[in-house]
């Protein structure tokens, strides 16, 4: 809600039945803007997990049960894994430039090599099992053992990979607007909120505060409910 910025009354209001966050210098209600700039953390969020998921499942499956991938996919992860990902999206933020998309390519543009790794393992496990033996023994399509036998036994395990890339894809975005990195200026965002309001911490308090109490229940609410699909998708709780 926009209010005129010559209403000095309408400026710096607490919390209140009226403005339910309370309103900025400008008389611009807190909860708008909060409502705003979290569905832009929680769609990068939720896009990027999607994307380094699809990829990492992919590629991860392939990988476990390849030996000629697995060497070069290992290299390529040794060599990936001892760089910070957090200094990987810094500097492929700065080289595409501020957007949405861009900041999305550069959060999934490595970050599937990890789900990739875990999905190897994974599926290394689950290839030694007797009755996946068995079916490599009477000579059943590798790909048909992945997707048959494997990957639905893996559900509860890629859930809860999921449940906790989105938190972290969301705390990603709210460090990198809060230093001005990746979003552009004309895109509300919880990390762009915090940073503005950030000088309020102590004289009015509930600017920054507020901002910084949504995106703690956000992140807490969505890995609760993906640790809960976890359990729900895991065959084993169905037996």
Same mark, same amino acid.
């Given at each position: 809600? %926009? +209010?005129?910025?010559?209403?000095?009354?309408?400026?710096?209001?607490?919390?209140?039945?009226?403005? #339910?966050?309370?309103?900025?210098?400008?008389?611009?209600?807190?909860?708008?803007?909060?409502? $705003? =700039?979290?569905?832009?953390?929680?769609? *990068?969020?939720?896009?990027?997990?999607?994307?380094?998921?699809?990829?990492?499942?992919? *590629?991860?499956?392939? #990988? =476990? +049960?390849?030996?000629?991938?697995?060497?070069?996919?290992?290299?390529? /992860?040794?060599?990936i894994a001892?760089?910070?990902?957090?200094?990987?999206?810094? +500097?492929?933020?700065?080289?595409? =430039?501020?957007?949405?998309?861009?900041l999305i390519?550069?959060?999934?543009?490595?970050?599937?090599?990890?789900?990739?790794?875990?999905?190897?393992?994974?599926?290394?496990?689950?290839?030694?099992?007797?009755?996946?033996?068995?079916?490599?023994?009477?000579?059943?399509?590798?790909?048909?053992? *992945?997707?048959?036998?494997?990957? @639905?036994?893996?559900?509860s395990v890629?859930?809860?990979?999921?449940?906790? $890339?989105? @938190?972290?894809?969301?705390? /990603?975005?709210?460090?990198?607007?809060?230093?001005? +990195?990746?979003?552009?200026?004309?895109? @509300?965002?919880?990390?762009? %909120?915090?940073?503005?309001?950030?000088?309020?911490?102590?004289?009015?308090?509930?600017?920054?505060?507020?901002?910084?109490?949504?995106?703690? %229940?956000?992140?807490?609410?969505? /890995?609760?409910?993906?640790?809960?699909?976890?359990?729900?998708?895991? @065959?084993?709780?169905?037996?």
């Open positions: 809600m %926009l +209010v005129n910025i010559n209403d000095f009354k309408a400026r710096y209001n607490w919390p209140s039945l009226k403005y #339910w966050f309370g309103t900025d210098a400008d008389g611009n209600s807190l909860f708008d803007a909060i409502w $705003a =700039g979290a569905r832009t953390s929680i769609s *990068i969020g939720v896009i990027a997990s999607l994307i380094t998921e699809v990829i990492g499942v992919i *590629i991860g499956s392939i #990988w =476990g +049960v390849s030996k000629k991938i697995d060497r070069i996919m290992l290299e390529i /992860y040794n060599v001892n760089v910070p990902s957090l200094l990987i999206i810094i +500097v492929l933020s700065y080289s595409f =430039g501020n957007g949405f998309w861009n390519f550069a959060m999934t543009c490595t970050s599937w090599i990890g789900t990739a790794y875990f999905m190897r393992v994974q599926v290394m496990i689950m290839r030694e099992r007797e009755y996946n033996v068995a079916s490599k023994t009477l000579g059943t399509p590798m790909n048909r053992i *992945i997707f048959r036998n494997i990957l @639905p036994y893996l559900t890629i859930v809860t990979d999921v449940s906790m $890339a989105l @938190p972290s894809f969301i705390s /990603y975005e709210v460090f990198l607007s809060f230093l001005g +990195v990746g979003l552009s200026q004309n895109v @509300p965002s919880l990390g762009r %909120l915090i940073s503005q309001y950030s000088p309020y911490m102590t004289t009015y308090p509930y600017l920054f505060w507020l901002p910084v109490l949504v995106l703690a %229940l956000i992140t807490i609410s969505l /890995y609760i409910i993906g640790q809960r699909l976890a359990d729900a998708s895991d @065959p084993r709780t169905h037996m």
